[in-house]
């Protein structure tokens, strides 16, 4: 078990907050390992569903889907940890690790929603900058990754912002299944891409 391993399974054992960090306004914005409560676990849902063009895969996540999602893929891998975005109390967003790669000592950002809108503008610039200065700090990682599609204009904004810079881009196209669709990678010059996928970077 790598020691990348070692620390995401002690912080899930402990459940416990990673940081906190004022807001503009003087209210506190709480970033915790998340709960398989109802309430989380429905909210979890709603905003799955909600952003879910956003993601690689879209289908309707209904609770038990979302309930078996956080037991069986997030508690239980050891490489995967999500978190709870809470602001003044409100649980409002979440975040998430996946992927380490010992070879360059990097790991992925995931599963970012900004669930709740509306209040608090700026708010995610402030987690997102925390949020790097942690992994760096407390799990010791030299290169912090992630992946956004190339039309979700507002998301690479705020990640240019906190200092991520395009490193590559991947043609995508959409493969229809059961219950929706789940974007694929294109494997040969003959298909012409329907969507991009850009990997952006931290050092």
């Known amino acids: 078990m790598f020691e990348y391993e ?5 912080l899930k054992e402990n459940n416990s907050d990673i940081f906190s960090v004022p807001y503009t306004d003087g209210t506190n914005i709480i970033v915790n ?12 849902a709603k905003w799955r569903n909600e952003y ?18 956080v037991n069986n893929k997030i508690i239980k891998d050891i490489q995967r940890i999500l978190f709870l975005i809470i ?4 649980k409002i ?7 380490y790669d010992k070879r360059d000592n990097s790991i992925f950002i995931t599963d970012v929603i900004r669930g709740e809108r509306g209040f ?3 708010l995610m610039s402030i987690v997102f900058n925390q949020f790097i200065i942690w992994i760096r700090n407390e799990l010791g990682i030299s290169v912090i990754k992630l992946r956004v599609f190339q039309d979700d204009v507002k998301a690479i904004s705020l990640y240019e912002k906190c200092g991520f810079k395009k490193i590559d881009s991947i043609s995508m196209k ?3 299944t059961n219950d929706g669709w789940k974007w694929i990678k294109i494997d040969s010059v003959n298909q012409i ?3 991009f996928f850009d990997i952006m970077e931290f050092r």
């Open 6 to 10: 070692k620390k995401i399974k002690e």
């Open 33 to 44: 390992v998340v709960d398989n409560s109802t309430d989380t676990i429905s909210l979890l």
């Open 52 to 69: 879910g063009d956003w993601f690689d895969t879209k289908f309707e996540m209904s609770f038990d889907k979302t309930k078996e999602w």
């Open 87 to 90: 602001h003044n109390n409100q």
């Open 93 to 99: 967003g979440q975040i998430g690790l996946d992927w």
């Open 120 to 122: 608090a503008p700026g």
């Open 174 to 176: 959409k493969q229809l």
């Open 193 to 195: 891409p329907e969507r």
